[in-house]
């Protein structure tokens, strides 16, 4: 159906970029990079784990069921057809291809709702 994908990151809504800095930093041991700019104009922050996974956050509206997502990267590209084969299988779409902080991505959901995330570097064919 779609391109083996990996596990690329798992996407965090927070409340406070500085507390959760120090939190993962301070507390949990992880290398955190800082990144000025979402798009939109504030920050985000990246942590590299170990296994090629990340962990992202960006400032957003905090609550139960909106994250951590888990992202499949797309690192041979193809996000319009992984979409499209999605769509006729019957997942729903809860967010379209969009452009994301250094490529595209697009959210839908799991058969219990539970939100799940492709993303796709700009470097790579939609």
Known sequence: MS???RVGS????ISDIDQTERFYRDLIGLEIMRIPDDGSGRPWLHAPIPGNTELLFFQGEVR??????LVFELPEGGIDGVVSGLVEAGATIVTPVSHAPGGW??????PDGYVLSYYQPDSQPR
């Open 3 to 5: 391109p083996s994908p």
């Open 64 to 69: 139960t069921g909106n994250s951590p997502v």
């Open 105 to 110: 991505s697009f959210d839908f959901a799991d």
């Open 10 to 13: 798992i996407f965090f809504y």
